[in-house]
């Protein structure tokens, strides 16, 4: 059957750059041209092998509008905004959503709804060429979100605390073309040859070319995790039977030292308030993976170290009288334990409950340590060719970039290499601003320092240097936790003032 077909960003709630040519792309698989309607505003767009590409002149913002497409079959593309489009590009820093800084913006986050900012989840479909190919990632089908009720903790907290800001003082719509992937290196986002001459070698690249490469060297990185943690549970273990035998400590800490595997931690507290209501147990930063229970009832759970552990439940789980906190925790690298200077507390109906200090620990099974390989956003060229390629011809007013913890281990060439990265993004979209976070400081905890490592700096120096290399481009600074043991600063409200600050400066 014959059919016409957007591009997945081509969707409900679409917000296009103002200004600018519009370009809108698709297939076709029967028809010579197709026809585009857009703001009263038609042309015909030709087909060429099963692909078309339709230009409108630029228009100013509009709020509101339709997009329609006939070819084969027609589609309608509904509640189409023009206005100003960003691109956020980078890792966790920048992909961290707004529902994890909830608890200390909750204020701010309620007090205004904005329908027309709007957020494109690119989830990146990662297809690297043979050499000399284009690439053949698609983009996800998925409808633009707008920043509006229980929506907005899906948005990149940088880019809704920004936005809204951007939006208040303009009052066009907003979109954010959300691509940031946690833990992806610069190199992720470069193309074959600005990666060659920055001396990585096509043997770096070479086997994740091909169809279905990439989406393979991921399974053998899911399988490795879990196959280790299938090993790493005892189905036969009961934590009831193996209360008699823990051993105490005292938490915070990293207190688990040489040894990988399960490991339980128990907390008895007392409780005479009502069983009615809500309540949050914060776990501050625990390392690795939790399961956690409020009598034998679980109450959250995380798969990796960074994220803050906030869990909210309903004061039904707790009882009068004696309760137990129980966290069963999932150490891969040989050290672990809970990180200091985080918050460790129970919030109930009455009040706070502190939950530092004594606890008894028990261990469920030991294991070799995991032997991880690195994540495919960690790998050359893989999101250039899935989050870059795929949306050169979308027009954007700027590219914001938080990224370099990933490459703080090997920090030389860094500022070349983005030199290079923004040079091929701007071959693309244009002589765009780019507004570059600085990292905050940050100790990973398990290596006892207690300075901030050189490499780590030497990217900090680089990111504020970039505007002296990087031309028509600002460097904002992350606001700085303390202590220094946070990789995901909280207060992201602050940092997102700033990067609109920079972003309207820019603008003008």
């Known amino acids: 059957m014959s059919s016409t077909k957007l591009l997945g960003i081509y969707s409900n709630g679409m917000v296009l750059q103002r200004n600018k040519d519009i370009v809108i792309e698709g297939y076709e698989d029967s028809l010579e041209n197709v026809v585009i309607t857009l703001a009263g505003a038609k042309i015909k767009a030709p087909v060429k092998d099963g692909k078309f590409k339709g230009v409108f002149a630029p228009m100013d913002a509009a709020f509101d509008l ?20 960003y691109m956020l590009a980078g890792q966790s820093n920048m992909e961290l959503p707004v529902g994890r800084t909830y608890e200390l913006n909750k204020e701010e986050i309620e007090a205004k709804d904005y329908p027309y900012i709007r957020q494109y989840l690119l989830t990146p479909d990662m297809e690297i060429p043979e050499i000399g190919g284009e690439g053949t990632s698609t983009l996800p089908e998925v409808d633009w979100i707008n920043a509006v009720g229980k929506a907005k903790c899906d948005f990149s907290a940088v880019g809704f605390y920004a936005a809204k800001r951007i939006f208040e003082e303009r009052n066009v719509p907003i979109g ?20 060659y001459a920055s001396g990585v070698k096509e043997e770096a690249i070479a086997p994740l070319r091909g169809k279905g490469a990439v989406k393979a060297y991921f399974e053998d990185w899911q399988n490795r995790t879990t196959v280790w943690r299938a090993k790493a549970y005892d189905n036969d273990f009961k934590i009831e039977e193996a209360l008699s035998s823990t ?54 759970r995380t798969e990796y170290q960074y994220p803050p552990r906030i869990y909210p439940f309903d004061a039904s789980v707790l009882k009068q009288g004696t309760n137990t906190l129980m966290v069963k925790l999932t150490i891969e690298l040989g050290s672990g334990g809970f990180v200091e200077g985080h918050p ?19 261990e469920e099974n030991r294991m070799e340590n995991f032997q991880p390989i690195p994540m495919a956003q960690m790998l050359p060229a893989t999101l250039y060719y899935a989050s870059i390629l795929p949306i050169k011809n979308i027009a954007i007013s700027q590219i914001w970039w938080y990224q370099g ?49 050189d490499g780590w700096k030497e990217i900090q120096r680089l990111q504020e240097e970039a505007p002296n290399f990087i031309s028509n481009s600002a460097s904002v600074v992350a606001p700085c936790p303390d202590p220094i043991y946070e990789l995901h600063p909280q207060n992201k409200s602050e940092l997102g003032a700033d990067v609109a600050k920079a972003s309207i400066k820019l603008s003008k």
């Open 247 to 300: 051993k105490p400590v005292t938490l915070p800490g990293i207190v688990i030292k040489d040894f990988s595997g399960v490991i339980w931690f128990i907390k008895e507290f007392e409780y005479d308030g009502p069983t009615e209501g809500e309540c949050l147990l914060r776990l501050g930063d625990l390392i690795d993976a939790d399961v956690t229970y409020i009598n034998g009832i679980e109450v959250g």
């Open 176 to 195: 954010l073309i959300a691509c940031a992937q946690g833990g992806s290196t610069i190199e992720a986002w470069m193309c074959d040859e600005d990666l």
């Open 66 to 85: 339709e997009l329609k497409v006939k070819g084969s079959n027609e589609i309608t593309v509904k509640d189409v905004c023009i206005g100003d489009v």
């Open 344 to 362: 460790y507390y129970l919030k109930t109906p009455a009040g706070d409950i502190d939950i530092m200090g004594e606890w008894q620990m028990v």
């Open 405 to 453: 913890e990933s490459n703080a281990d090997a920090p030389e060439g860094y500022d070349q290499k983005m030199i290079r990265c923004f040079g091929k993004m701007r071959e693309f979209f244009g002589d765009v601003p780019v507004v570059l976070v600085k990292m905050a400081d940050y100790i990973n905890p398990l290596t006892f320092a207690t300075e901030v490592p």
